[in-house]
Structure formats: C-alpha cells, structure tokens
C-alpha cells in the first residue's frame, strides 16, 4: 500500500510512547495552527486548555475525540499522523485537496488533560468522563457536548485504548476494535446505527489487508450514560475506535500506524467498496474475546508439592518521571488452559 511507504518515513515521531499530556502536543499545536484552525474550547477541572483541531470546509461533518480516558494515548498519536500527513506538501495533494473540499473535521486531541498528566482513566475528579452523558456533571463533558450541539456532526468518532487482554480466534491479539454502539437496550438496528455498521466493515475490510485475524468487535452492551451510545441514540453515527495490542507492541507504536489508516479509509483516502449487506458482514467480524495475558508461566511446583500449576502476570502501567514502567503483577494462579501470554 502507497500510503504505508509515506508512513514508514513520515510519521509523527516527535509524539511516541505511552505518556502523551497537554505539554508533549502543545509543540505540534504550534506547529500545525499555521495549517489548521486549533482553538481552546475550554478548561478541564483543573484549568487546563482542552483544544479543537479544525481542518476542512466541507459539507460532510466529522467530529472526534481522543485521551477521554487520560492513559489512552495511541488515538491522539494517530491523531497527529494524520495532521502530519494533511499538512505536507510533497504527497497526495490531489487527495488531500478533496478531503478538505468535502470534510469539516473537528478532532479533541486530548479530552482529558488532568487524567492524561497523572496517566489515569479518570479526570481530576476521579469521575470516568465516559460515564458522564447523562449527568454531564464535569467540565470536559460540557465541552464535549457543546461542541457536539454546535458543529452538528454528521459522525462521530469516539477514540480509544483497550486493554491487551483481549483476543481474537488462532491466538490472535485485537489490534485494533471497533463498534457501532448501540443506541437502545434492544440493540436495535437503527439508521444511524447501520451507517456506523457500513463505515465499520469498510475499515474492517482494509485493516485485515495489513493484519489479518486482528481486528475485533467491541462488546455491544448498551449504556446510555456513556458518550457514543447517547450521541448513537440522538441519531448521529458515531463509532468507537479500539487501539489495542500487537506482539511486542506495548508503547503502541505499531496499533498507532493501523489507527492512521483507518482515518484515511473513513475520509476516502483510501478506496474501498461499500458493503451492501452491512449488518450481517458487521456481526461476522469476530467478537473480542478475554484469553490474554502479559506473561504466562506453566509448569510451575509450589512450595513442596508435586502439583504444577500456572501463573498469570499482568503488566501494570506505573508513571515514573514522566516514563510508563510496566510492573509484573501476579495475576492468577491456577488452571489457565485456553489462556496465551504475550
């Protein structure tokens, strides 16, 4: 694919790893607001500025977020790979040209700024902003859904991280997830629900070029408190994006670069035949599954007994000096048959 050599030389390497707060993008903000429209929409709790990337004049209206989980931060890289590749002169001026004439595309890069500088899931207040529809008890839900109210979207795009327990059928890591959420307890198939469902396939249908057997479906269960099932229910396609894990993968460098090309599937960059039967092939892409662990061990005696059994290490994400360290935790002991490590 033409857009993977650009990439492999291009990419946005001035934001890497998994610790990414307001201070590692305000540089890139400078630098692409001489390209781009970036304004200030508002303040988390903290007083910290929650930004908005605008880019495009079109009639087609696209509006996303990123890091509305603060340790979620393979979006907002994939976020500014796309700006990186927008802004340049040298490639895909064509392209890029009719993005711009057909797209509006208004992108948060960092929801959650408290959250994403102390790399924790929840905002200052310790409440997860993806629980906050509803009530929108928190600065950064307002701003998200004044945002939503003023730019009337025609899509939306709610970005993520999923964790690297997940799974897909041959022992495969879910490298990448997505979901059309649901927009009532019935799961029904809506209108803006089955559009969600045929932008799905078409990126399902291109990711699987690049890595086949590792992209998944997300859970479906419906929560209208969280963002993408509210904005589901009011009629606007909205989908969720899922980085995940990839072997050897976790500063998600690799899950970032497979993000970026779902970007440019969905705004047309490129090409691929709208599915006409969307529900049935949306529901044949594999559901994720929870047969992941960072580290298994077998075989292992305890103490004096001839008994072996298993263990199970989890990796937990610890900031140090600005630095994620992944500390083994032991996880389970026991039977894990049907389980993988990493």
Not at 171 to 186: C, D, E, Q, R, Y
């Amino acid at each position: 694919m033409e857009f993977s050599a650009w990439y492999k030389d291009h990419f946005e390497s001035r934001l890497t790893g998994r610790y990414i707060h307001t201070k590692h993008i305000a540089p890139l903000l400078d630098i692409y607001g001489h390209e781009f429209s970036i304004s200030v929409i508002g303040s988390s709790e903290k007083g910290k500025n929650i930004h908005c990337i605008k880019m495009g004049t079109g009639k087609k209206v696209v509006l996303a977020w990123s890091q509305m989980h603060g340790n979620e931060s393979t979006t907002t890289k994939a976020i500014f790979d796309f700006c990186k590749f927008i802004a340049q002169k040298s490639s895909f001026q064509a392209e890029i040209g009719e993005f711009l004439d057909s797209f509006t595309f208004y992108c948060i890069p960092i929801l959650n700024p408290d959250g994403a500088e102390q790399y924790r899931r929840e905002n200052a207040n310790n409440i997860d902003l993806n629980r906050d529809a509803r009530e929108l008890s928190q600065a950064e839900s307002k701003i998200l859904r004044k945002i939503f109210e003023e730019s009337r979207p025609d899509l939306c795009l709610n970005l993520h991280d999923q964790r690297t327990i997940y799974s897909l059928p041959d022992k495969m890591p879910a490298t990448v997830s997505f979901l059309a959420p649901a927009a009532n307890k019935a799961l029904d198939i809506t209108t803006s629900r089955e559009t969600a469902m045929k932008e799905i396939v078409a990126l399902y249908s291109v990711l699987s070029e690049l890595i086949p057997g590792q992209i998944g479906r997300y859970d479906d269960s419906f929560n209208d408190n969280c963002m993408g099932d509210s904005f589901q229910m009011e009629g606007v396609p909205t989908l969720l994006f899922e980085a995940g894990h990839s072997r050897g993968d976790y500063r998600r460098e690799k899950s970032r670069e497979y993000i970026f090309y779902a970007l440019l599937t969905l705004f047309g960059f490129i090409t691929v035949e709208k599915s006409k039967n969307a529900v049935d092939a949306y529901y044949l892409i594999p559901e994720n599954e929870e047969r992941f662990k960072d580290v298994i061990i077998r075989n292992v005696k305890l103490g004096d007994t001839d008994k072996v059994t298993s263990l199970a290490i989890r990796y937990e994400e610890v900031l140090e000096n600005e630095r994620i360290r992944l500390v083994p935790i032991l996880d389970e002991i026991g039977d894990l048959n049907g389980f993988f490590g990493h």
